[in-house]
C-alpha cells in the first residue's frame, strides 16, 4: 500500500515531468531551471524506489540473490572435475559429521 507521502512524491515527480516536457517545447525556462526539474524529479523517484519493498523468498532472502546463487552452484559444478567434485562432497560430508 502506497503511503500519503508516496502520494504526494509521485504527484510532485508527475508535476515536474510535465514542467520539464513544456519547457523543452516552449524554450522558455532557462538552463538552471530544467536541470533543478531534473535533479528533483531523480530524488523523488530515488524517494518511491527506497519505499518499495524489494522481493524476497519465503526464508526472507533476496530473490536477486538466491537466482544468482543457482546460477552461480550449477556454474561451479559444470566447472569442476568430477574427482574434484567428489573431494568436495566428502570434505563437506566429514565437516558435517564432526560438528554434530
Known amino acids: 500500500m ?3 507521502r508516496d502520494n504526494d512524491t509521485l504527484r510532485t515527480l508527475e508535476k515536474l515531468s510535465d514542467q520539464l516536457d513544456s519547457a523543452k517545447e516552449s524554450s522558455a525556462a532557462t538552463t538552471k531551471e530544467v536541470q533543478h526539474a531534473r535533479q528533483t524529479t531523480e530524488k523523488a ?9 524489494k ?11 538466491v537466482e544468482l546463487g543457482r546460477k552461480g ?4 559444478a559444470k ?12 570434505k563437506a560430508a566429514r565437516t558435517r559429521w564432526k560438528t554434530l
Open 2 to 4: 502506497i503511503s500519503t
Open 45 to 53: 523517484k530515488r524517494d518511491v524506489r527506497r519505499k518499495r519493498p
Open 55 to 65: 522481493p524476497s523468498t519465503e526464508d526472507g532472502k533476496s530473490q536477486a540473490a
Open 73 to 76: 552452484g550449477a556454474a561451479r
Open 79 to 90: 566447472k569442476l572435475t568430477k574427482q574434484r567434485r567428489s573431494a568436495v562432497a566428502k
